[in-house]
């Protein structure tokens, strides 16, 4: 994936945070997207890490949910297992950041395996807290890149539960973002494309997904990425555009 389509992916996932808000960040692409609109337009935004990190304000991009400047800035550092049981599982976090290796159309998320679980090609890193986050947050935000291998009609392994009929709750997923569009879940709980980047057509998406794909009626092209969001975010990562 280009430079410019992880900050296509980043800006889209920053832009769906509100303010005062308080987000379960991932690594990776989620650790972005949090921190840009902690910068931009989320200032009050409560970034909470996994590894029982309170309302972290780092000078810098984290390289991980442990790095020395999120615990150096943060407003408390509790156990891991506090975090879970008083925090996210009592319902106090409101978004859940969330990558993986497969999403289907009902938005269940694969971070386990892929292929048999008893016999698989490829064993991932697992859950970690992935599971937790998607089950007991308000919403969860999935970010990843749009592969036909990466969203196919049924995922190899739940490792977090999407809409499913007969395993839906309240909450669940709300939006996807991939370096090709935007989606969301229809009423039914099925994944639906609302919004294209500039230069990519219905075709492409359709190409690159495992299963029909829904559109929204009203399908819109994202805005491009403003002056603001792109220096903001090659300061964060150090990089020139």
Known sequence: MSERRRLEMAVVGARLLKDHERVLVGVGLPNLAANL???LHAPNLVLVYESGIIDASPP???LSIGDPDLVRTSLC???MSELFSQYLQTGWIDVGFLGGAQVDEWGNLNSTVIGDYASPRTRLAGSGGAADIASFNRRTVVLMP??????PARVDFITSPGHEPGKRRPGGPSHVVTDLGLLDFDQDG???LVAVHSGVSVAEVEENT???LNIASHLTEIPAPTTSEVSTYQA???VQL
């Open 77 to 79: 550092v509790l156990p």
């Open 236 to 238: 964060l990562i150090g």
């Open 210 to 212: 495992g299963f029909p």
């Open 60 to 62: 810098q991009l984290p």
């Open 37 to 39: 609109a902690k910068r």
């Open 146 to 151: 749009h592969e036909r291998q990466r969203f």
């Open 190 to 192: 099925r994944m639906r």
